[in-house]
């Protein structure tokens, strides 16, 4: 059986995006679907942001095929985990929760793994510097998952 884990931020061009190139890059495409959405919609048909493609591209990943689109209910029924990068986007979700096991597939990236932050930061305003961050935070949170999928 294939799982599917859903990333999800707020405008799916900086943060989520680049959470479902890390985590696909990290298991097998046969065993675990990763794909991402937003929250907003601003972007939807967008590409990701330049500055995450970057960063991306620095430690050898392609996210640049990438479409951002918007979150929907029907993401509770296609999705196994949904993992938000901040509690603002687990609000937005939780919100469109139809019953408790929608809700209980919603969790922080940051509750796998063990940094001190506890959300992944907006980089949308930020710097270069905080996409890097960002790089690593939602890396370690994966590498988290792996370890505890059992495949
Ligand atoms: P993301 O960052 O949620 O990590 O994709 C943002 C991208 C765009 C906007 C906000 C956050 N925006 O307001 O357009």
Redesign the pocket.
């Known amino acids: 059986m294939q799982i599917k884990v859903l990333m999800v ?9 680049l959470a479902e190139g890390i985590l696909q890059s990290k298991v097998d495409p046969d065993k675990v679907l990763v794909d991402s959405a ?1 929250t ?1 919609s ?2 939807v048909g967008n590409p990701p ?1 330049p500055r995450s493609t970057a960063v991306a591209r620095k430690y050898g990943l392609d996210i640049g095929f990438q479409r951002c689109r918007q979150f929907t209910v029907a993401d509770f029924d296609q999705f196994d985990m949904i993992y938000v ?1 901040d509690q603002s ?1 687990y609000n937005n979700v939780v919100q469109k929760a139809r019953d408790p096991s929608d809700s209980a597939k919603v969790k922080l990236l940051l509750s796998e793994g063990n940094t001190i932050e506890t959300e992944v930061p ?3 305003y930020n710097s270069e510097d905080g996409f890097e961050l ?1 790089y690593h935070l939602i890396d370690q949170a994966c590498e988290a998952i792996v370890t505890n999928l059992t495949l």
Do not use: K
Not at 9 to 17: A, Q
């Open positions: 931020c707020l405008g799916n061009i900086c943060r989520s995006p937003g907003g601003w972007h942001d990068m986007n907006d980089p949308y960002v």
